[in-house]
């Protein structure tokens, strides 16, 4: 008996370590990706770099898709402590660099504020995931037919909103979204907090800080589409849809 308690007090401590260690690289990842992108949006050079050759980004972006299914597949490279740091690395980079195209247009305030808004939000939704009671890794279908079910609805109002110009589709579409990525969220909570039917390998600590980063950035992504193309010279009645925060300094066309 005393040698079973032993266990699992060691697997608990090991498993609160692994936690941390996500959390608090996920953390990293999320303040070095901000500072990068404050970088990109106010030294001058590399807005104007990111701007006209947009398509740089778009290479970055793929080339980090493409090493993250690597890294996914071939477990050798995550249980190696110099290649993992390697991959890590290079993956986040290549995202980063890839969200830059969009961050140079980005008003600077809004910029920020959404950064903030879905920080929290990821946030809250770990805590959630952390104390839900409902295992979400053992009824790991029905979490993905509620996703399935999301995706269907977003399509029909965001064709709704293309077709025949419904008020307010488009924003329904997105909460669908938002709702699927939230509950994948909870989910990667639990299997890397572990206790629960599934949960992740412990030293699968920079996968998981890579997966929970990607998450924020899939709730990220849709503070680009409040309105197009803020610091561009577009259509005004296209900047100005669904602005929450104006930079009122701006220049006009």
């Given at each position: 008996m005393?040698?079973?308690?032993?266990?699992?007090?060691?697997?608990?401590?090991?498993?609160?370590?692994?936690?941390l260690i996500t959390y608090l690289l996920t953390l990293i990842f999320l303040v070095v990706a901000l500072v990068q992108w404050c970088l990109f949006?106010?030294?001058?050079?590399?807005?104007?770099?990111?701007?006209?050759?947009?398509?740089?980004?778009c290479v970055f972006f793929g080339i980090g898709l493409v090493l993250l299914v690597i890294f996914i597949f071939f477990e050798a490279l995550r249980f190696n402590k110099i290649v993992n740091w390697i991959f890590a690395v290079l993956i986040f980079e290549c995202i980063v660099l890839g969200m830059a195209p969009l961050i140079v247009r980005h008003y600077k305030y809004q910029f920020l504020f959404s950064f903030?808004?879905?920080?929290?939000?990821?946030?809250?939704?770990?805590?959630?995931?952390?104390y839900l009671p409902l295992d979400l890794t053992l009824?790991?279908?029905?979490?993905?037919?509620?996703?399935?079910v999301a995706i269907?609805?977003?399509?029909?109002f965001v064709m709704l909103y293309i077709v025949a110009n419904v008020p307010y589709s488009f924003i329904v579409a997105r909460g669908f979204i938002v709702i699927s990525i939230l509950m994948f969220v909870m989910y990667h909570a639990q299997i890397i907090n572990g206790g629960r039917f599934a949960e992740m390998r412990?030293?699968?600590?920079?996968?998981?800080?890579l997966i929970l980063f990607l998450d924020f950035l899939l709730m990220y992504l849709f503070s680009f589409q409040v309105a197009p193309k803020w610091s561009d010279y577009c259509d005004r009645d296209l900047s100005n849809n669904l602005v929450?925060?104006?930079?009122?300094?701006?220049a006009s066309p």
């Open positions: 005393e040698v079973t308690s032993g266990k699992n007090e060691y697997y608990k401590r090991k498993r609160r370590k692994f936690a949006y106010f030294v001058d050079n590399l807005n104007r770099f990111f701007t006209f050759y947009s398509w740089v980004s903030l808004i879905w920080t929290l939000v990821l946030a809250v939704f770990i805590v959630c995931g952390s009824d790991v279908v029905v979490l993905f037919v509620l996703a399935v269907i609805g977003a399509i029909y412990t030293k699968d600590y920079f996968l998981g800080a929450l925060l104006r930079d009122t300094t701006t």
